[in-house]
């Protein structure tokens, strides 16, 4: 049995089609889904990250800015930056691109941005309403995971998922939006004791630990669907995820590849956050106009 394969660029292309035929109705009713960008500092990894976020506003008929600072930016100028934004009617979304330099607090910074236009989904106000249930901005890449598995037809309801990692980013925000489509979810970390036994029982396993071929054909179970979150290089320099792709796909039922597996989603389900914020907008407008 080979597993099949869950195309993340195809399903981001088709979800981007859709995106463009909002953002084509919004502008008919002058409004221009707009995100800013602030980079801080040369990361090339950042760079390259938010230039492909730029690219995708671009493809998608987006209003675009990108504000880039050096290095030694002092947090109490970025909070200033960020406070002009939240008061921009033209920027729907803002996004800081993380990691931020270390005399930069990333808490102070996240939290000072607008939960209205967090559409990266890291605001404890966009937590605590995911969490409990309510609508709220959903971090990208657990989202883009979620659209993935509707995109299969699959049903959590019942099912036992385990993550494996527990970040606040993917881990955590994962586990939670499955948790909250009815299935039983067990995070898995560095102090697992036995990780073996949790995942061979698992029908999901999401693998977001930052570590080449970590997951291996034996801590799966047949037929398992396994969603691969890592992004690393191996010995060879050769692009890699978490999971031991040509041996757990002879196991598992269904397995998203790296690259082309989730990495596509996530910038696809930004783009959609910010969509989603400027449709509020909207909304907002017209409850003030009757």
């Known amino acids: 049995?080979?597993?099949?394969?869950?195309?993340?660029?195809?399903?981001?292309?088709?979800?981007?089609?859709?995106?463009?035929?909002?953002?084509?109705k919004l502008?008919?009713?002058?409004?221009?889904?707009?995100?800013?960008?602030?980079?801080?500092?040369?990361?090339?990894?950042?760079?390259?990250?938010?230039?492909?976020?730029?690219?995708?506003?671009?493809?998608?008929?987006?209003?675009?800015?990108?504000?880039?600072?050096?290095?030694?930016l002092e947090e109490q100028e970025?909070?200033?930056?960020?406070?002009d934004l939240n008061s921009d009617d033209t920027i729907h979304g803002i996004l800081v691109q993380l990691p931020l330099p270390q005399h930069i607090n990333e808490t102070n910074i996240i939290e000072a941005i607008s939960p209205e236009k967090d559409v990266d989904g890291f605001h404890p106000v966009n937590i605590g309403?995911?969490?409990?249930?309510?609508?709220?901005?959903?971090?990208?890449?657990?989202?883009?995971?979620?659209?993935m598995l509707k995109e299969i037809d699959y049903d959590l309801a019942g099912k036992n998922v385990v993550v494996v990692g527990r970040s606040n980013i993917v881990g955590k925000p994962a586990g939670q939006l499955m948790l909250n489509e009815n299935a039983t979810v067990t995070y898995c970390h560095s102090r697992t004791k036995d990780l073996k036994a949790h995942t061979k029982t698992a029908d999901v396993v999401v693998a977001a630990v930052g570590r080449a071929d970590f997951i291996?054909?034996?801590?799966?179970?047949d037929g398992a669907v396994v969603i691969d979150v890592g992004i690393n290089r191996n010995e060879e320099g050769k692009l890699c995820g978490d999971v031991a792709f040509d041996e757990v796909k002879e196991k598992a039922g269904y397995i998203t590849p790296v690259p082309g597996g989730v990495g596509p989603m996530t910038i696809t389900m930004?783009?959609?956050n910010t969509l989603k914020s400027a449709r509020n907008y909207q909304k907002k407008l017209q409850s003030s106009n009757t």
């Open 129 to 147: 309403r995911m969490m409990t249930g309510q609508d709220a901005f959903y971090s990208c890449t657990p989202y883009g995971i979620m659209v």
């Open 27 to 72: 502008k008919k009713a002058n409004i221009v889904p707009g995100l800013a960008v602030i980079l801080v500092g040369d990361n090339q990894a950042s760079k390259t990250y938010v230039n492909s976020k730029q690219k995708a506003c671009r493809e998608l008929g987006m209003h675009s800015v990108l504000i880039e600072y050096p290095e030694t």
């Open 216 to 221: 291996t054909a034996d801590h799966i179970k």
């Open 1 to 24: 049995m080979t597993a099949n394969l869950i195309d993340g660029k195809e399903i981001a292309r088709k979800k981007r089609v859709e995106i463009a035929e909002e953002v084509e």
């Open 78 to 83: 970025l909070l200033a930056k960020i406070r």
């Open 270 to 272: 930004l783009m959609f």
